[in-house]
């Protein structure tokens, strides 16, 4: 097959947002997508528009407003001790176990 695209950018890391809206029907509506660059992600949650991510650098945890997939905006970031796998979001608060490090509740509004 080969290499479909070699240059500086493509090499970058990043993570690609893409959301998929079904009709009623279930077939494919629209299909939106944006490219995140910098770390590599996670997918932590995804909740009323707006998705929890994890990454080892520079942020732990990343919120984004992704209701415009094509155009995602940063809600809430923060460093974190080491990596996350999960998280807990309650009442404002985001809770996330960090071993022995304890659960670290970090304010997201």
Excluded: N
């Amino acid at each position: 097959m080969g290499v479909r695209s070699d240059s500086v950018s493509s090499r970058q890391p990043h993570t690609v947002l893409r959301r998929l809206t079904l009709d009623p029907d279930g077939g494919l509506a629209s299909d939106s997508r944006h490219v995140l660059p910098g770390y590599h992600f996670d997918l932590l949650d995804i909740e009323d528009g707006q998705a929890w991510l994890a990454s080892g650098g520079p942020y732990g945890l990343l919120a984004l407003d992704v209701r415009d997939a094509a155009s995602p905006t940063v809600r809430f970031a923060a460093r974190t001790i080491g990596y996350l796998s999960r998280i807990v979001v309650d009442q404002g608060f985001a809770y996330a176990p960090m071993g022995m490090f304890g659960v670290h509740r970090h304010g997201v509004e």
